[in-house]
Nanobody, 122 residues
Framework: QVQLVESGGGLVQAGDSLRLSCAASGRTFRSYGMGWFRQAPGKGREFVAAVSWSAGSTYYSDSVKGRFTASRNNAKNTIYLQMDSLKPEDTAVYYC???????????????WGQGTQVTVSS
């Protein structure tokens, strides 16, 4: 079992930065790849970024590549999503999740957090 709690969301202006955190509990956390997904109002949940269990590999959607950075600190059981140059279209509820294999595929995730709201005003 892995429990996930996101934090760090808020209201910012376009061009600002924000860092999301996801605190994990559970002994098997370190064996999972960790991903970030988001869901905007009226839209489906979409992949944003992921980091492998060893933090050796990271993956990004085209819409955030070059602006967002995913990382993890296994000693602190925490993952992060640094979001720079935010745009209004980044407005969504952001979720962290624990999964295996293809980390860009939502179906490969076993555990999900409750989400944190990010709102970017123009």
């Amino acid at each position: 079992q892995v429990q996930l709690v996101e934090s760090g969301g808020g209201l910012v202006q376009a061009g600002d930065s924000l860092r999301l955190s996801c605190a994990a509990s559970g002994r098997t956390f370190r064996s999972y790849g960790m991903g970030w997904f988001r869901q905007a109002p009226g839209k489906g949940r979409e992949f944003v970024a992921a980091v492998s269990w060893s933090a050796g590999s990271t993956y990004y959607s085209d819409s955030v590549k070059g602006r967002f950075t995913a990382s993890r600190n296994n000693a602190k059981n925490t993952i992060y999503l640094q979001m720079d140059s935010l745009k209004p279209e980044d407005t969504a509820v952001y979720y962290c999740a624990a999964g295996r294999r293809d980390l860009s595929d939502m179906d490969n995730y076993d555990y999900w957090g409750q989400g944190t709201q990010v709102t970017v005003s123009s």
